[in-house]
Nanobody, 124 residues
Framework: QVQLVESGGGLVQAGGSLRLSCAAS????????MGWFRQAPGKEREFVVA????????SYADSVKGRFTISRGSAKNTVYLQMNSLKPEDTAVYYC?????????????????WGQGTQVTVSS
């Protein structure tokens, strides 16, 4: 079973930046869509951003537009999330997700593969 491994989380002050990475455990894994979700304490998991195979199609949650940027690695089994101008409300566990479907989906159940999550904490 393919595993997704996230890294890059941590503690940062408001206004700061972090870059999250996600890599698949198998080099041959080539999901058509990859994305990020997040879950804050006491809240439901929410969609953050997703990207198509070639990176030409992206979809961002309104709350992160203009601050976060998603990109895919050249090997296509990695995805990155550059997070700038971080706010305390961005504090959450961030999960990488991937699917073999070409649909740049917003719903969690549309993704088959998930990482274990990485904690992002933004202090005020």
């Amino acid at each position: 079973q393919v595993q997704l491994v996230e890294s890059g989380g941590g503690l940062v002050q408001a206004g700061g930046s972090l870059r999250l990475s996600c890599a698949a455990s198998e080099r041959s894994f080539r999901p058509l869509t990859m994305g990020w979700f997040r879950q804050a304490p006491g809240k439901e998991r929410e969609f953050v951003v997703a990207v198509s195979w070639g990176g030409g199609r992206t979809s961002y949650a309104d709350s992160v537009k203009g601050r976060f940027t998603i990109s895919r690695g050249s090997a296509k089994n990695t995805v990155y999330l550059q997070m700038n101008s971080l706010k305390p409300e961005d504090t959450a566990v961030y999960y990488c997700a991937a699917d073999k479907s070409a649909i740049v989906a917003h719903l969690g159940h549309q993704y088959e593969y998930w990482g274990q999550g990485t904690q992002v904490t933004v202090s005020s």
